[in-house]
């Protein structure tokens, strides 16, 4: 089985690869090792995988693929311009060229291959103020993002190929990913960096703002099983399965760290969600999903690989 994985060197794309080699897939991974954060982590995040005689990388665009000459069976659609902060003015034109542009030139050509699966990764972003909770598959979305609405676009665009062209599209919806690898602009990432070396930690409001946080390896878990068991043209939420305040992941990682945390509240973040929760069944159902990973394991995890990573430069 030959898989295209595109955005690889990413948090989430670098995990895929490795589990779907462990699995005896053949991948041709692209990552156009764009500066939104430094390329050299990302390149870290390949390290193992370029050993791999399975693996073949390709530093390119998206759109800049020739997805005939792959004999491919499976796509994993994971690249696009992540951050709802940096998504508002000027940088929107990025956001526009890297999720909805690219995504519509690859489903293009996915629509002339035989695939098995085309699996797009989407966001819990696209929920927005969505008044439901828990989120599910068929609440209202209204995303308060740029951001969040480039990911919705793409998700409107692989249902379009779905209905059109019969392109065997499976969309999920992330919530809140973490786990060793994280980017280093995302909250669990910039709060255990700060622990680390006795810095202060940036809360943007009160918070009492609760998140669905989910770990990697259940994602990865669920991603696979998308490509395999997916009905063609649904969309499957991928959450941890509960919400927690960020109050009490602060107070998780004191625990953990055994160190005080120093806080600095600030103005709430224009496009940041109030709430997310995820309704998973329809995943349980369809893919057998079940996330194992407790949030405190979770977290335990990823202060394990910070430590690693900054205390042994």
């Known amino acids: 089985m030959r898989c295209l994985v595109t955005g690889c060197a990413g948090f989430i794309g670098s995990h895929l690869c490795e589990k779907l080699i462990k699995e005896g897939f053949e991948i041709v991974g692209v990552d156009s090792l764009s500066d939104y954060y430094p390329p050299s982590i990302k390149l870290k995040n390949l390290e193992n995988l370029i050993k791999e005689k399975k693996f073949k990388f390709l530093k390119n665009k998206v759109e800049e693929l020739n997805l005939e000459e792959m004999d491919l069976d499976y796509i994993f659609h994971l690249a696009a311009q992540p951050g709802v902060r940096k998504s508002w003015g000027k940088d929107f034109a990025i956001y526009t060229e890297a999720n909805i542009m690219a995504t519509q030139k690859l489903l293009e050509m996915a629509k002339n291959i035989p695939l098995k699966r085309f699996v ?13 909770l828990p989120m599910k598959e068929t609440s209202p979305l209204f995303p308060i993002s740029p951001y969040g609405v480039t990911k919705l676009a793409g998700e409107k665009l692989c249902y379009l190929y779905h209905k059109n062209f019969d392109l065997p599209i499976v969309l999920l919806r992330y919530f809140t990913v ?14 255990m960096k700060s622990i680390l070396f006795n810095e202060e930690i940036v809360i943007f409001g009160d ?13 990865i878990d669920a991603t696979i099983k998308a490509a395999t068991n997916g009905k063609n043209g649904e969309v499957y939420n ?3 399965g509960s919400r927690i305040r960020l109050n009490d992941v602060l107070n998780l990682l004191e625990r953990i760290t055994e160190k005080k945390i120093k806080i600095r509240r600030t103005e709430p973040q224009k496009g940041e969600m109030p709430h997310t929760l995820a309704s998973i069944e329809k995943a349980k159902r369809d893919l057998s999903y079940l996330p194992q990973t407790k ?10 690989w910070i430590k690693n990573i900054y205390c042994t430069k």
């Open 120 to 132: 797009f990764a989407s966001s819990s972003s696209v929920y927005g103020l969505c008044p439901e």
């Open 178 to 191: 973490y786990g060793p690898r994280q980017r280093p602009d995302m909250a669990f990432h910039k709060f």
């Open 207 to 219: 918070g009492n703002q609760t998140r669905d946080f989910t770990y990697i390896d259940d994602v």
């Open 238 to 240: 991928i959450g941890g």
């Open 295 to 304: 949030i405190e394991d979770g977290l335990l995890n990823e202060w394990e």
